[in-house]
């Protein structure tokens, strides 16, 4: 659904060929944010590794779409919680691909309760995903950025990580404990990563989104009502688009972001900004 307030120029769809030649792996890329950063990071001109955890037909249009770009797409099964599917998947890149160079840590899910009914489960599963799976997958990255080492050709850094945060590493969110404590840790794993790999000339960053409209959150934007009320949350006063996201992962995998290591970027309309006191508090 459109609304009103999404009028305005439309933000340029395609991110000119900062990538060529490199190769990617986004996980959880089959819907939502993880398959826009894959589209954006082939117009960028890398071949696009799908990973993806169930449903295979949606995964297969994705790589559809890297080809039809004139990449190289390639659809790889496997639960970012489960350590040997990660080995597996990361095995299964660099053979078809070579190498890797760029990670983006992207899947994720919420489970929300009241936090005096949240089940072990429920935090486990979240936690098992969210951070968990951003930290296996980012040994495994940093283990292959190390053995290959800079390709001056390529990047003038050894590998790229980008970790999919949101504004709640940082704002506080009830109802949604589980969640918000996952990407509090994914916060403080990229930065302590970071600092850790950064001599090898491996960069890990953050993006984190606002209120994006994929799946995840469809509540929030699906009627008008849900949508006026998030709105109050969203100075910009429009709702991210998953190519919002897409775009900036691609740019801050390029060398044009050579000198970024270790940070957030916000994508969120200036959700961070605190609206509430806009009107004075
Ligand atoms: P989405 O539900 O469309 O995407 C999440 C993807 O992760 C899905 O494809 C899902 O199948 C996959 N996934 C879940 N568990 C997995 C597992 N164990 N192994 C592999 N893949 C798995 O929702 P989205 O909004 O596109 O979310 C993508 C990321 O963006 C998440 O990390 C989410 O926390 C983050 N985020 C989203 C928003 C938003 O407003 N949509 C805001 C902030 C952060």
Redesign the pocket.
Known sequence: MQKTSDRGPAPPSTTPELLTGQKAIV??????????CAIALAEAGADVAV?????AE?AAEVVGEIEALGRRGLAVQ?????ED?VKAMFAEVIDAFGTVDILV??????QDAPFAEMTLEQWNKVI???LT?QFLCTRAAVAEFRRRGIVPEVSCSAGKVIC?????EAIPWAGHVN?AA??GGVMLMAKSVAQEVAPDRIRVNSV??????????RD?WETDEAYEKLMRLVPYNRI?E?AD?GRTVAWLASDQADYIVGSTIYVDGGMMLYPGFATGG
Not at 105 to 110: E, I, K, S, V, Y
Not at 164 to 168: A, D, K, L, Q, R
Not at 208 to 217: E, K, M, S, Y
Request: glycine share 18%.
């Open positions: 996980t959880g890329a089959s819907s939502g944010i993880g398959r826009a990973n993806y955890r169930g449903g949606k496997a639960d970012v919680s489960k599917d840590n992207n899947a994720g899910l919420q098992g995903v969210n799976g999919m945060s949101s504004v709640h969640y996952s990407k984190a989104p606002g209120a994006i409209r994929t799946p995840i959150n929030a991210g998953p996201i």
